[in-house]
């Protein structure tokens, strides 16, 4: 008989210059996203095949709040310092399944501009963009085998 493997989106922890970002909207929460293409190729006029590795890992990580997540504030000041210090709030980022092996860090990671502000009738999201510099882990991993 197969195994089940379990997942909980509840154990996904996401840390960013050190607070623990929490109050998540439902659906797709997290994305995390490489700019570029790692390994591109190229065909030449006979044919021939090559390939070319791409050292620009940089990537794009989205975190989708509540609005009412008090991470909201922490993300909206510190974006602000970091525009008006020219840099003054670089961090690090820490994306992982407490529950699985998907891990994501990076030593450099930065708020692109403020989340879109939307109200409406019932709780709305925040989507935060994070840009980063080359991850010092990347591993998109499954989930443990339940017994």
Known sequence: MAGIRTYNAGKVAVIFNGFNITGF?????????????????????????ARAVNTDRRCTVTVTLQQTSPANDFLSTMYSVDALTCGGRIGPILIQDLCGDTIFSASDAWIVKPADVEFGKEVMTRAWQFHTGAPAVYLDGGNAMTN
């Open 25 to 49: 909207a439902d659906g797709t929460f997290i994305n995390i996203t490489q700019q570029n293409d790692g390994i591109t190729t190229q065909v030449g006029a006979d044919g021939e095949l």
